[in-house]
């Protein structure tokens, strides 16, 4: 006869077996406690770094704060892998649009390409959706392609998302907020949520198949 199943409090951390569990990944089963999600979550950003070669050991860095609740951990998970490097950063803010992808848009356009790298504070559930808009509208307006950022299919060089690889909920999770923002009202978003919700692991199945250049192609990606 089965048992009743399982609650958040009954299970283990399968890294280190703390009962202080604080999330279950649906798309692999892991169940992870705090420390551990954060732990995750920094190999993430480190493996996108180097995955993509998205930043060099002595660039100066621009980091962008969206204006959303993330905008704090998103910071101090960055902070922490940058500060056995000799780099420096600065912190810069979006336009003040309700949509983030607005707000990336509008400063993309307004800001001159030079010298250093600005990470964007884009993730795994943005990569995905914008791809996904690519698909269904045609509109290349943004995308989010190995953790670079292009415009109209043209890269905007030194501008760069190493948190391509870190879902939405989870870094929610980690910052103690229920809060998604206004951006999650952009319908795409929404449906990277319901495809996630049905199908655990599309996003990251999406992601892997973006970085194939036979893929982009057959979709009407070609870069010049």
Not at 84 to 94: A, C, D, H, T, Y
Not at 149 to 159: I, K, M, T
Request: hydrophobic share 40%; aromatic share 8%; glycine share 6%.
């Amino acid at each position: 006869m089965d048992g009743p199943p399982l609650t958040k409090n009954a299970l283990r951390c399968s890294r280190c077996g703390s009962s202080d569990v604080l999330i279950v990944r649906r798309y692999s089963g892991e169940v992870l406690c705090r420390r551990c999600l954060r732990d995750s979550l920094l190999s993430r950003i480190k493996r996108a770094i180097s995955r993509y070669k998205l930043l060099r050991r002595d660039d100066n860095i621009v980091f962008i704060r969206s204006g959303l609740k993330r905008d704090d951990l998103l910071w101090d998970l960055f902070s922490e892998i940058e500060s056995g490097f000799p780099v420096s950063i600065r912190e810069e803010r979006l336009p003040p649009y309700a949509d983030l992808w607005k707000a990336v848009l509008a400063f993309l356009k307004e800001r001159e390409e030079g010298k250093g790298k600005v990470v964007l504070p884009l993730l795994l559930d943005d990569a995905v959706g914008l791809l996904l808009r690519f698909i269904f509208t045609g509109s290349p307006s943004l995308l989010v392609l190995k953790g670079r950022v292009f415009l109209a299919l043209r890269e905007v060089f030194g501008h760069v998302s190493p948190f391509v690889e870190i879902p939405v909920e989870e870094l929610l999770a980690l910052a103690e907020s229920r809060e998604m923002g206004p951006d999650f009202e952009n319908i795409y978003l929404k449906l990277v949520r319901k495809l996630e919700e049905e199908n655990p692991g599309m996003r990251f199945n999406v992601l892997r198949v973006s970085e194939r250049e036979d893929f982009l192609r057959s979709i009407g990606i070609v870069f010049r």
